[in-house]
């Protein structure tokens, strides 16, 4: 029988954990990163082949097996399990939106009441639909794109960044001009997304970068022969994560620590705004042939799911990793 998995290859590193739990931990750790050594390592392991039965890789994508209809069930069982696992990521379904100081006070602010235990505020917070239609009438300034995110995958899924370009030297070919270089500066947001067993609940972690341009500082240069000034930008870099567990198409909120330079932009806040959601290819398809459709549209425009209460007991991995 021949099993296509060229779906799932790209995915193996992500998947290990899975691998370990459904067809447990080899005898010898694979020698290999290749992602198809990976997987016939772990599945020989789970399901150990008699002398005469052999393994195929084809096209890179396909294993072609020679085994007794008895293994075949137990390997074909293992591939669906795997399949199912890949089928599932996380589309982060963000926005990016300016307010001014005065709704920020009033609106946002004090969702994020201090915690008196630890003298700290929340980072991240659930937030319904009424909030939700507030902010969504502000300025957006950006749309994440529908980067579909795997399970236990760390990546970036918002982004605002600008370019300085600055003086940094005299020209080492030219000295009546500068050496120009750049930097980035702005706000840039990552995730590390788990979906739980039951595909209801998302667990995430969202880092946010920033880097802002204090001033750039003019300096002697020590050792160019022409002694002039040259530039340096002056950044204040600042990060922060934060965890939060949501029902799948939650609406969720984080305010932005970078401000928009510029006079006109003294008393603007920016905040990121998010509806991740769980994509399973497998639903997605059937959803199409029933007439519908699954976008991130849709999402950001349906109606704000209501959390149970209380919430069910979530056994999410331990080992993670």
């Known amino acids: ?19 370990k739990r459904l067809f447990g931990e080899p005898s010898r750790s694979p020698q290999s990163n290749d992602g198809a050594a990976l997987l016939i390592g772990y599945l020989t392991n789970a399901v150990p082949l008699r002398s005469w039965e052999t393994i195929q890789i084809q096209n890179g994508r396909k294993l072609a097996i020679l085994a007794s209809p008895t293994r075949h069930e137990e390997i074909d069982g293992l591939v669906r399990a795997l399949h199912r696992l890949s089928d599932v990521a996380v589309v982060m379904n963000a926005r990016l939106y300016e307010v001014d100081r005065a709704f920020f006070t009033k609106q946002v602010a004090p969702l994020f009441p201090q915690d008196k235990s630890v003298e700290e505020r929340p980072a991240l917070v659930p937030i319904d639909s009424t909030v939700l239609k507030a902010i969504t009438q502000q300025k957006c300034l950006l749309k994440s794109e529908d980067n579909k995110i795997r399970p236990r995958q760390t990546a970036s899924f918002l982004s605002q960044q600008s370019v300085v370009r600055f003086a940094a030297g005299p020209h080492p070919t030219n000295n009546d ?83 928009p330079p510029g006079k006109d932009n003294a008393d603007k806040v920016w905040l990121l705004v998010a509806r991740p959601f769980i994509w399973i290819e497998e639903e997605v398809q059937e959803i199409r ?19 149970e209460s209380p919430r069910p007991a979530i056994l999410w991995p331990i080992n993670d990793e």
């Open 177 to 259: 001009q500068a050496l120009m270089e750049t930097a980035l500066t702005g706000v840039s947001f990552e995730v590390r997304p788990l979906v739980s067993p039951d595909r209801r609940y998302l667990r995430l972690q969202i880092g946010q970068q920033v880097v802002q341009v204090v001033g750039i500082d003019k300096v002697k240069t020590l050792d160019g022969p022409s002694g002039k000034e040259v530039e340096r930008p002056n950044l204040r870099k600042a990060s922060l994560t934060a965890t939060i567990e949501i029902p799948d198409g939650l609406p969720i909120l984080m305010p932005v620590a970078y401000r």
């Open 289 to 307: 042939k029933g007439g519908g459709n699954l976008t991130p549209q849709s999402v950001w425009d349906s109606e704000v799911p209501k959390e």
């Open 1 to 19: 029988m021949v099993y296509d998995i060229g779906d799932v290859l790209p995915q193996i590193q992500s998947l290990l954990p899975d691998l």
